[in-house]
């Protein structure tokens, strides 16, 4: 069982550059989001998405935009990366909205903006 | 929004003492309160949790205990053992909203063998 898996690990880009980072699970959550971790900082949430087809901004969206084509599958894209935008990643899951569902974190994708 | 503050933010303990971390919270519509461990390299890992109905809940070494009249929670981890070092983060959430979940700063708990 995988769970939430996240490509790439590691990234290194140049300022402007456009990436995707990608992001499945297996176990059939309707809730998927994206955060990011800064040193020294808690999780900022990015956008989330409650099912297929329907996303919603976070706390920090600027900059980033997703899509929700299957339920499995929640790709985070930067357009024009910027310095700004070096960080931590975090794609995660749930089952339903309620605050008292476990949220599945997925490894983590580490990007630098150079 | 919510704030939630963390404290401390390192945490250093001789193996076999125990370890509390502690975080305080501003809005009084939530009522969910869990704890993430993340070792290195990994992600968040959900450890323990609490709802705003109970008081205190223990799971073997792990305790997290709430006081929603001072808007402030705590884990507490006894005994503790090197395999317990890592950051360890709270966070907060009105029900039914795990998108309004708040993380804490995290704390680096270190257990010197």
């Known amino acids: 069982n995988a769970g939430v898996t996240q490509t790439p690990k590691f990234r290194i880009l140049k300022i402007g550059q456009s990436m995707t980072l990608q992001c499945t699970q297996d176990?059939?959550?309707?809730?998927m989001y994206w955060y990011r971790q800064d040193p020294g900082m808690g999780l900022k949430l990015i956008y989330y998405s409650v099912g297929a087809g329907i996303t919603d901004k976070g706390e920090v969206p600027n900059g980033y935009n997703v899509s929700r084509s299957t339920t499995e599958d929640f790709p985070l894209r930067l357009e024009l990366a910027a310095p700004s935008q070096t960080s931590v990643y975090f794609c995660?899951?749930?089952?339903?909205?309620?605050?008292?569902?476990?949220?599945?974190f997925g490894e983590g994708s580490w990007l630098t903006v150079v | 929004g919510e704030n939630v503050e963390q404290h401390p933010s390192t945490l250093s303990v001789q193996e076999g003492d125990s370890a509390v971390i502690k975080c305080t919270y501003s809005?009084?519509?939530?009522?969910?309160f869990p704890w993430y461990k993340q070792e290195l390299g990994k992600g968040p890992q959900l450890i323990i949790d609490?709802?705003?109905?109970?008081g205190e809940k223990k799971d073997q070494r792990i305790a997290v205990t709430l006081n929603k009249t001072a808007k402030h929670f705590s884990l507490h981890i006894t005994e503790t053992q090197p395999e317990d070092s890592a950051v360890y983060f709270c966070a907060a959430a009105p029900s039914g909203s795990a998108r309004q979940l708040t993380f804490g700063s995290g704390t680096q708990l270190t257990v010197l063998p």
């Open positions: 609490i709802r705003s109905n109970v």
């Open positions: 995660a899951s749930s089952y339903d909205r309620s605050s008292g569902n476990t949220i599945y």
């Open positions: 176990m059939n959550h309707n809730y």
């Open positions: 809005d009084s519509a939530s009522n969910y």
